[in-house]
């Protein structure tokens, strides 16, 4: 079946330096998920939301497949390319190339903790270099006129007080970033798995909000521990915004009323179902560019969580989109699944 271009989106801003970037709400750069399909996605769900790309890192984008890594959807702005890296020439060209390629903003990842990262040292193991991520920031500053931001972490190891983190904030301040999002927890580069390390330090909120009290004239984004709106709503008292990681993945249907809820705007699906209508489109054209299914549909299997015919629509899809010439049928099938179920949880009898 061919799909008219069904869009739940307003005309994209594509000209870079148009689009305005609100910072009230944002979803968080997550390796291996929040890629241009997922992102795709979620601006179904909220047009309001910044969104972040997976971590790419210096080196990928100057010696690899610079097109797929930097490639995204006009639709998905505002969207901001999150880089990994420690040398400022290098951090210099990335930025150079996320202005040509209509990002609205470039991000420095200080916060990752895992072992490979730090072996290019980069992450959060930078945290203990200050004046080197300054460096880095005023490279980046330089060489372009979009934002320049850093994500990172209330401290490492045995860094055990809030002047620690005052340490690193300023100079990197002074060097030109304006924007801070700031993971409420402190990272431990040793003995903890990075999945550990979004777990068992505690969070320290806190500290968040003493650093935007400090810090007025500066930016300052919470991230760490956040699961439901309520809870965003509860820290835009105190800091300039947030940023949702997992829970946003993992129950994305929560995204719908961000708009409403944070913005104050009218939301831009009034139903799962719209969310599908937008989607199917879309998909097919990506089937019809050698896409495979699955690569689209692994990010929307919480989409139904919590109405009838959820488990059907989530096996459905786990069991047949990874299938060799896997296609729109599949999609429609699971999404025929749950119409069913709703149906029948309705009482309504299947029309024959």
Known sequence: MAYDSISLIPDPLLCRGETIINRLFSIAPM?????HHCRFFWRLLTRQALLYTEMVTAGALIHGDRQRFLHFNPEEHPVALQVGGAVPADLARCARWARDWGYDEINLNCGCPSDRVQSGLFGACLMARPQ???????????ACDIPVTVKHRIGIDDMETYEELVAFVE????????????????????GLSPKQNREIPPLNYPWVYRLKRDFPHLT??????????????????QVDGVMMG???????????????????????????????AGLLPYVERQLARGVHLNHMTRHILGLYQG?????????HLSENAYKKGAGIEVLEGAFSLVKTQQRSARGIEPAR
């Open 31 to 35: 390796m291996d998920w929040s890629d």
């Open 132 to 142: 080197l991520v300054a460096d880095c920031v005023a490279a980046m500053v330089d």
């Open 171 to 190: 100079p990197v301040a002074a060097a030109g970033c304006e924007v801070f999002i700031v993971h409420a927890r402190k990272a431990w580069l040793q």
């Open 220 to 237: 300052i984004v919470m991230n760490g521990g956040i699961q439901t709106l309520e809870a965003c709503q509860a820290h835009l008292a």
């Open 246 to 276: 997992r829970e946003a993945y993992q129950n994305p249907w929560m995204l719908s009323e961000v708009d409403s809820q944070l913005y104050g705007i009218e939301k831009p699906a009034g139903s799962r179902d719209d969310v599908m």
């Open 307 to 315: 109405v009838p015919g959820a488990r059907k629509f989530r096996r």
